[in-house]
């Protein structure tokens, strides 16, 4: 569990890495390393019918501004910052599919490890994030 705290500090503040332990570095790199991409990417072009078949918790990480440009009907917004300590607003079933998403995808990522590092089995990142579901023309709401 501290692995994944120390990943999603690191990678959200660049200069911590110089502030960390060796011990804490290798132990970062055993959990990047059991990180299957594969896994839990999700293509926009799938990302439509994979909402529509598994009805995942579809979780949009972005601030509020870029939720007021439009989002994914039915996500519920937690900013990744507030991720860790909204947690009880999730599923409580560790196999019940989250799909995570932000503008690009990347930081979604990083959520998405999070959350497969604290037991949740069904995790998918949408790959591109909302700028690639836009790009195809799939459904968006408006606050």
Request: aromatic share 10%.
């Amino acid at each position: 569990m501290r692995s994944v705290w120390v990943l999603l500090a690191l990678l959200l503040s660049p200069g911590l890495a110089q502030e960390m332990t060796p011990g804490a570095l290798l132990q970062m790199g055993s959990f990047l390393k059991k990180i299957n991409p594969a896994s839990y990417l999700l293509y926009a072009a799938e990302a439509k019918d994979y909402v529509e078949v598994f009805e995942p918790f579809i979780l949009d990480v972005r601030t509020n501004e870029e939720r007021a440009r439009g989002f994914i009907p039915g996500s519920v917004q937690i900013h990744v910052s507030q991720v860790p300590d909204r947690l009880g607003e999730l599923p409580k079933a560790k196999d019940k599919p989250i799909l995570v998403y932000c503008g690009t995808g990347h930081v979604s990522a990083v959520v998405a490890a999070y959350l497969r590092a604290l037991g949740y089995r069904e995790v998918k990142n949408l790959s591109g994030g909302f700028k690639s579901w836009l790009e195809l023309n799939l459904p968006v709401a408006k606050p």
